[in-house]
């Protein structure tokens, strides 16, 4: 549309009467990254100093899915908060 000196201004229907379709396409998340840093040393509960799995969860990783990899992954980061005041951003 083209707006010239004495043209009728559009009123706000002209944009919003537009029907937008929104496809179904199922979205997939890329597979989560191993959070390892190569500090690999366990503390006495058995958690890993250097990225915040324990054991189990280092040893999962490895057959575990995308959804348990992702519940691995927070629970790592649960750790990580409250076992320092320091945040990693």
Do not use: H
């Not at 004495?6 to 537009?18: A, E, H, R, V």
């Amino acid at each position: 549309m083209t707006f010239t000196a004495g043209n009728p201004t559009p009123s706000l229907n002209t944009y919003t009467n537009k029907t937008l379709k929104v496809v179904n396409y199922p979205m997939e998340l890329p597979a989560p990254a191993s959070p390892c840093i190569s500090i690999c040393a366990l503390d006495a509960d058995g958690t890993c100093l250097g990225c915040f799995r324990t054991g189990d969860e280092i040893t999962d990783w490895f057959i575990a899915d995308d959804v348990r990899k992702r519940e691995i992954l927070r629970n790592a980061e649960a750790r990580r908060t409250e076992s320092s005041s320091i945040q990693l951003l």
